[in-house]
């Protein structure tokens, strides 16, 4: 798993824990000899499934265990990783009106269901209609309604102005052929046999490793990576062991030495992308039920200026954590996003005791005979929570405990198991916690801010909070993400008007304390296989279980000499 991805180490956990019903489609799964191995036609990945593969390739299922972008395509691929325009999948074209509240898509007319059914129209709206009489699958929030105009040609209509939908709607929502959907309860059943339109079909499994096998009559051709086997190991260390040994290809997450990944894994290389953000998340809004110390916008600025985030990144994170803004716009790929008028557009790398201090004592803190500051007879002590066995963000509290108390604050770490954490951070029940504001479906910094910084996103304290845990809650921020809603993403001028109000209030609050910009490795076996994404040619988000982004790189690599 990504050695600073929370998500990432969930995946494996909520796979291995699930049950699953009885019910498959019907259809037809070789069992060929393409069982996997090593040879040159096989690559081999582990994406930190720990115990048994449960089988169920259902695309719109929490439990699903692969086959998006694999088996399921969507219309377009859409990836959080560059701004290149949308790549054509099951379409060709898409148009927006004027006014954002109408979508006219064109698709393909030479593809095939792995089954040897004819893909149409009909299967797209079939697809788009399930999730709207099926609103326990429907993630991407459809609310729309969608029509065949012909079996190239499908039109989806808004009563609102929609293009922010646009990334979802387009890139995030898997194709399932109405022929044997018809008859099936999406949000229930389990799917064995899958029958798609992707690149890749089912052709072995067993709950230790199954594998996915080119297909043959793929409308872009067979894929050349012949086989996919995906293993199930025991965990980090039995994924960095398999990588020394040489028998898997591809994994996600750390190894010792992560840092000489070439001279210490002949062979392979690694790549770190910044995409998942730290921060110390906190409940801040009195007026929404929040209480603590953390509730007062200085003594989370005051946190923020106290942090070293050179020797953070170096005793936590190996030094695979990047620089990150305070806006949280991504200094990699959205830093022309960042507002001219915030004063630092980067958070400090080095601490500014100076700063945290005057912060406090303006604040009306005062420092106490033990160092800590206090205000009205109440010391300025506070407590993160972190999930038990997460020892790169243990080690990270425990680091900042000193760098804090340096300045007079004080910082305990709380660990408690995913679901406590969980619960308190929806429940707005705790004062600081750890963890990373994730990107939205595409490179743009309007998702993470809808999600984490809308009143809408957000509740009382008590009540669960779908996205937006720090309880933050302003009326210009609500406002400038309604324009930025109605917008069409060519007006850049409009957008960033919107943009500069969002990152300037946030910036001047700070609900989410910015830590650094978390790095997510990946190991892959450079000397078997060719085309995998680089720093130059960041084509998809080179992480083993990011979907439908790998199926773009299993189609994208050829076996070495090839």
Not at 207 to 231: K, M, S
């Amino acid at each position: 798993m990504s050695l600073n991805s929370p998500f990432a180490r969930r995946v494996g956990t909520a796979v291995a824990a699930v049950a699953v019903s009885a019910l498959a489609l019907t259809g037809c799964v070789s069992q060929s000899s393409s069982s996997g191995g090593s040879s040159a036609s096989t690559l081999v990945a582990y994406t930190g499934q720990a115990g048994d593969y449960q089988l169920n390739f259902n695309p719109y299922s929490p439990t699903k265990i692969g086959g998006v972008g694999t088996i399921f395509e969507s219309l377009f691929f859409v990836t959080q990783v560059n701004s290149d325009p949308y790549k054509p999948l099951l379409a060709t074209e898409y148009t927006w009106n004027d006014d954002g509240t109408q979508l006219d898509v064109t698709l393909r007319d030479d593809v095939i269901w792995s089954d040897g059914e004819a893909f149409t129209a009909d299967d797209v709206v079939f697809t788009f209609q399930m999730l709207l009489d099926t609103p326990a699958i429907n993630g991407i929030g459809f609310d729309g309604a969608v029509t065949k105009t012909d079996d190239t040609h499908v039109t989806f209509t808004f009563d609102h102005a929609a293009f922010v939908d646009g990334p979802t709607l387009l890139g995030r929502a898997p194709i399932v052929p109405e022929h044997l959907w018809k008859d099936i309860d999406p949000a229930a059943d389990v799917i064995k046999e899958p029958v798609g339109t992707g690149p890749y079909t089912l052709s072995n499994f067993k709950p230790q490793a199954f594998t996915i096998t080119a297909n043959e009559d793929y409308w872009e051709g067979a894929p050349e990576v012949e086989n996919i086997r995906f293993l199930s190991l025991s965990g980090n260390t039995a994924g960095a062991d398999a990588l020394a040994a040489g028998t898997i290809d591809w994994q996600t997450g750390p190894v010792p030495d992560l840092e000489n990944v070439s001279t210490t894994y002949p062979g392979y290389e690694a790549i770190t992308i910044p995409m998942n953000q730290m921060a110390l998340l906190t409940c801040s809004n009195a007026a929404l039920g929040c209480t603590g110390p953390q509730t007062d916008p200085a003594v989370r600025k005051a946190i923020y200026y106290a942090i070293d985030r050179d020797q953070l990144n170096s005793l936590a994170f190996q030094n695979t954590a990047s620089e990150m803004s305070p806006t949280f716009a991504l200094t990699e790929n959205q830093s022309e996003l960042i507002s001219s008028s915030i004063e630092e557009p980067v958070a400090p790398s080095s601490p500014d005791p100076a700063t945290s201090a005057s912060l406090l004592e303006s604040a009306g803190y005062a420092k106490g005979a033990d160092g800590i500051y206090a205000k009205d007879g109440v010391a300025l002590n506070l407590t993160v929570e972190v999930v038990t066995g997460w020892t790169d963000y243990i080690t990270a509290i425990d680091t900042m405990a000193q760098q804090l108390k340096a300045a007079g604050i004080g910082l305990t770490a709380s660990q408690s198991s995913w679901n406590e954490w969980t619960e308190k951070k929806s429940k707005g029940t705790y004062q600081l916690a750890i963890d990373s504001l994730g990107q939205g479906p595409a490179n743009d910094p309007y998702y993470l801010y809808n999600n984490n910084f809308s009143t809408i996103n957000t509740a009382k304290v008590g009540e669960t909070a779908p996205v937006n845990m720090s309880r933050f809650s302003d009326p210009t921020v609500d406002a400038a993400l309604e324009v930025l809603k109605a917008t069409n993403p060519s007006d850049t001028e409009t957008r960033q008007a919107q943009f500069d109000i969002i990152q300037q209030k946030i910036v001047d609050v700070m609900p989410y304390i910015p830590i650094m910009t978390g790095g997510t490795t990946s190991e892959y076996h450079a000397d078997k296989f060719t085309g995998w994404p680089s720093e130059d040619n960041l084509y998809a988000f080179p992480a083993i279980w990011q979907a439908p982004d790998n199926a773009e790189i299993f189609k994208a690599l050829k076996p070495a000499g090839k």
